[in-house]
């Protein structure tokens, strides 16, 4: 598998996550070796030792086993070095009980952050905004989320999206709007003549119209 060692513009759903190595707090990795035959959901926040960054990296660490039954590897990030990292995770057990028990990357130097556009001048030059990046097994980029630095992220729809994209691929369907795990599923639409006159005769899906028609994932 071949990686990108640089990119000039920001990745983008279908792109290969680009390659680097980097220093975390569970020691040096390189991307293209790391977690590997497992989702990535890699993250960036602005900054250690900072209100809404120390509720979400709580939020991650409090529901790490969840990421676990997906087969999802957590990796952290910001622009701070492997020392104020190593002091935050310790002072937020000390404080709150909750361990950050899962890689956050030392990007003190900014190269991930710019390998992937983590950096939105506008917003900040000097701050990772809040991005979270959905990776597959083959290091591909499947789904990308951006928050402003005042915004945090939702966890909840974090993992309803991770659970969508890998029902998703098992199934071969899509998911409709506020899937949730249990819930029907949108069949796919019909390619030709013959495979729409099969869909409007089909009794074993609930239809709208012969291109919009769900099922239960069980059916």
């Known amino acids: 598998m071949e990686f990108e060692e640089s990119i000039t513009s920001m990745p983008r ?4 996550a680009p390659d680097f190595e980097a220093i975390t707090t569970k020691g040096k990795i390189k991307f293209s070796d790391f977690a590997t035959d497992k989702w990535i959901v890699m993250f960036s926040h602005p900054a250690d030792f900072t209100p809404v960054c120390t509720t979400e990296m709580s939020g991650f660490a409090l529901r790490k086993s969840e990421f676990e039954a997906l087969n999802t590897q957590l990796l952290g990030l910001s622009i701070d070095s492997v020392h104020a990292h190593l002091g935050w995770v310790n ?6 009980g ?20 983590m950096l939105q001048p506008n917003e900040s030059e000097t701050a990772a905004v809040r991005a979270v990046f959905f990776i597959d097994p083959a290091k591909k980029i499947r789904l990308i989320m951006y928050y402003p630095l005042n915004v945090g992220r939702n966890m909840d729809e974090i993992i309803r999206s991770l659970t ?19 819930d029907q599923i949108i069949v796919p639409p019909p ?3 013959a495979e729409m006159e099969a869909r409007i005769h089909d009794d074993s899906c609930e239809k709208v119209d012969f291109y919009l028609a769900k099922r239960s994932l069980e059916a």
């Not at 071969?172 to 709007?177: E, G, I, N, R, Y």
């Open 98 to 117: 909750v361990y950050f028990d899962f890689p956050i990357i030392a990007d003190i130097d900014m190269k991930v952050s710019k390998l992937y556009g």
């Open 191 to 193: 390619k030709t003549l």
């Open 13 to 16: 759903i279908g792109d290969m």
């Open 91 to 96: 002072n937020v057990r000390k404080n709150t």
């Open 164 to 182: 969508a994209l890998q029902v998703s691929d098992e199934h071969k369907v899509a998911m409709p709007l506020n899937w949730m795990p249990g």
